[in-house]
């Protein structure tokens, strides 16, 4: 039972683009933190981005920062993470987790999310 859906992951060249989608069911779309973490094999799991649903408040702890932007479609309750400039460093399994925005909070950090769906992979090579 997956609350959260990640697709769009898939193998790549350096340079190219991807955009991955978290389809949110099974709870309240509004009114949530929804962040986008990656984690390679051997490495910690590393925070991407956050969006606060419908509030239009985002967030990018840095390591992306300029190359993914995470956006929503609200009609269609999914996040999405658009990712260019692809470096073999972002070659990852990517997740989608969320968490009620309590107090309004939204931040990148990892302990806060308590949903998490299954992940896609992103490939990135030569």
């Known amino acids: 039972r997956s609350y959260l859906t990640e697709t769009g992951g898939d193998s790549v060249q350096v340079g190219g683009s991807l955009r991955l989608s978290c389809a949110i069911s099974?709870?309240?779309?509004?009114?949530?933190?929804v962040g986008w973490f990656r984690q390679a094999p051997g490495a910690e799991r590393e925070g991407v981005a956050a969006?606060?649903?419908?509030?239009?408040?985002?967030r990018y702890p840095g390591s992306a920062k300029g190359r993914f932007t995470v956006s929503e479609d609200i009609a269609k309750n999914t996040v999405y993470l658009q990712m260019d400039s692809l470096k073999p460093e972002d070659t990852a399994m990517y997740y989608c987790?969320?968490?009620?925005?309590?107090?309004?909070?939204?931040?990148?950090?990892?302990?806060?999310?308590?949903?998490w769906g299954q992940g896609t992979l992103v490939d990135v090579s030569s």
């Open positions: 987790a969320a968490h009620f925005a309590y107090g309004g909070r939204c931040e990148i950090r990892e302990s806060d999310f308590k949903y």
């Open positions: 099974g709870f309240t779309y509004r009114n949530n933190c």
């Open positions: 969006i606060f649903t419908e509030r239009g408040v985002t």
